[in-house]
């Protein structure tokens, strides 16, 4: 049975078989923080009244939300 040498028998395939692109590994993934104060999209789950209190005033109930639940922090921070 006549098979390939394992190794390379010619000098000049040797020192190209040393020198072959190693594969780059992948790099980890690393957790990005947004910068403060900018806006992050979320799911969250409310209570329907809760909800529909917000959404009652029209566009802009997100906003509203948000102004709720800032001046609750801000609240706890004057503590």
């Given at each position: 049975?006549?098979?390939?040498?394992?190794?390379?028998?010619?000098?000049?395939?040797?020192?190209?078989?040393?020198?072959?692109?190693?594969?780059?590994?992948?790099?980890?993934?690393v957790?990005?923080?947004?910068?403060?104060?900018?806006?992050?999209?979320?799911?969250?789950?409310?209570?329907?009244?809760?909800?529909?209190?917000?959404?009652?005033?029209?566009?802009?109930w997100?906003?509203?939300?948000?102004?709720?639940?800032?001046?609750?922090?801000?609240?706890?921070?004057?503590?």
């Amino acid at each position: 049975m006549a098979s390939t040498p394992r190794r390379p028998v010619n000098p000049m395939e040797a020192a190209e078989a040393l020198f072959k692109p190693a594969k780059k590994q992948a790099a980890p993934a690393v957790e990005r923080r947004s910068p403060p104060k900018v806006k992050e999209m979320v799911s969250i789950k409310l209570d329907s009244d809760v909800l529909e209190h917000f959404q009652n005033d029209g566009p802009g109930w997100q906003e509203r939300i948000n102004d709720a639940l800032r001046a609750v922090v801000d609240a706890q921070k004057g503590e």
